[in-house]
């Protein structure tokens, strides 16, 4: 069965530096997600991707964020300057149509800013 | 604000019950709505979506009802199995193209043998 897969499954990174996490959504959708999930706590929105652009963002996904789908496989997420509060695990997500039809999430990316 | 409510409380039930979890929303009028279940450590799966305008999903053991007018979801899992031990998210989805899901803070279900 097709699955989404995310890498790596685990970054420390110190306060301040770039991270990316990355992504390869199953290989027939075209729409693309990235959630978040800080410790016992909800899953967050932050963006939605299709056709090469973003088609909506949450308050969450400042500046500071970016995505991008470099090739027709991978889909990234790049946190510029990282702060302790980006901690949190990153959930890839992707659909083959949008809203209204399920999401297959990948396992995720445990990112801890020190 | 939105705000989605599910079962703050853990639900322990015994083998071969039903469990029923319930999501409630506030100041949001979903297109449809979606529950997953998490793992620890692991990314959400889908298991039912149900539409504003459908009463009642059926998928084997699971059943899920939307009621627009109580602004509420419930959830049935019947003939619990120590298996379906997990925490079961509510997700709202708007219309509109872009995907986006707000989720619950979801409900831990355990079952016992």
């Known amino acids: 069965e097709p699955e989404v897969t995310q890498t790596p499954s685990h970054q420390v990174t110190q306060m301040g530096q770039e991270v990316i996490l990355r992504c390869v959504p199953i290989s027939n959708h075209l729409y693309f997600y990235w959630y978040r999930q800080i410790l016992g706590q909800k899953v967050e929105f932050l963006v939605s991707f299709y056709n090469n652009e973003i088609s909506e963002k949450s308050e969450i996904f400042d500046d500071q964020f970016s995505v991008e789908r470099p090739d027709g496989s991978n889909f990234t997420l790049k946190i510029r300057s990282t702060k302790l509060e980006d901690s949190a695990m990153y959930f890839c997500a992707s659909s083959s149509a949008p809203g209204g039809y399920e999401q297959y999430f990948g396992p995720g990316t445990r990112l801890t800013v020190t | 604000s939105q705000k989605i409510e599910q079962n703050s409380e853990a639900l322990n039930i015994q083998e071969g019950k039903t469990a029923t979890l319930t999501c409630n929303y506030t100041?949001?009028?979903?297109?449809?709505l979606q529950w997953y279940r998490q793992d620890p450590g692991r990314g959400p799966v889908f298991l039912l979506l149900?539409?504003?305008?459908?009463k009642e999903k059926r998928k084997e053991r699971l059943k899920v009802t939307f009621d627009t007018t109580l602004k509420q979801s419930l959830f049935h899992i019947t003939a619990s199995q120590p298996a379906d031990s997990a925490t079961y998210l509510c997700?709202?989805?708007?219309?509109?193209?872009?995907?986006?899901?707000?989720f619950g803070q979801g409900t831990t279900l355990q079952v016992k043998p």
């Open positions: 997700a709202l989805g708007a219309s509109g193209n872009t995907g986006k899901l707000i």
């Open positions: 149900i539409r504003e305008n459908e």
């Open positions: 100041n949001y009028s979903p297109a449809y």
